[in-house]
């Protein structure tokens, strides 16, 4: 059994910043891609920013220079800065494990997602 719990949601005034916190726990062996998303009201999921367990970084057009992933591997979590939030970043965020279990089982999980709003 594995879990994703996101944190750190909330509201924030334009220019502002949130930090997102999200700790995957259970039979896991290895992590290898973490990953954000956020879907805004009627609108599709997309992804915000991904790391993989070497650090390596890709970010959406978006939020390059404003939000900033990173990750603990021994914590098996993931964090994300944001900062300089504008209206059009309200969503809510979803994190997103791309795992292997101790039974050498691969698969993707998702968190129950977090709200962020930016409004004044």
């Known amino acids: 059994q594995v879990q994703v719990v996101e944190s750190g949601g909330g509201l924030v005034h334009p220019g502002g910043s949130l930090r997102l916190s999200c700790a995957a726990s259970?039979?896991?062996?290895?992590?290898?891609?973490m990953g954000w998303y956020r879907q805004a009201p009627g609108q599709q999921r997309e992804v915000v920013a991904s790391?993989?367990?070497?650090?390596?970084?890709n970010y959406a057009d978006s939020v390059k220079g404003r939000f900033i992933i990173a990750r603990d591997n021994a914590q098996n979590t993931v964090y994300l800065q944001m900062n300089k939030l504008k209206p059009e970043d309200t969503a809510v965020y979803y994190c997103n494990v791309a795992l292997t279990t101790m039974d050498y089982i691969n698969f993707e999980r998702w968190g129950q997602g977090t709200l962020v709003t930016v409004s004044s």
């Open positions: 790391i993989t367990r070497a650090g390596t970084t």
């Open positions: 259970g039979s896991i062996l290895r992590i290898e891609v």
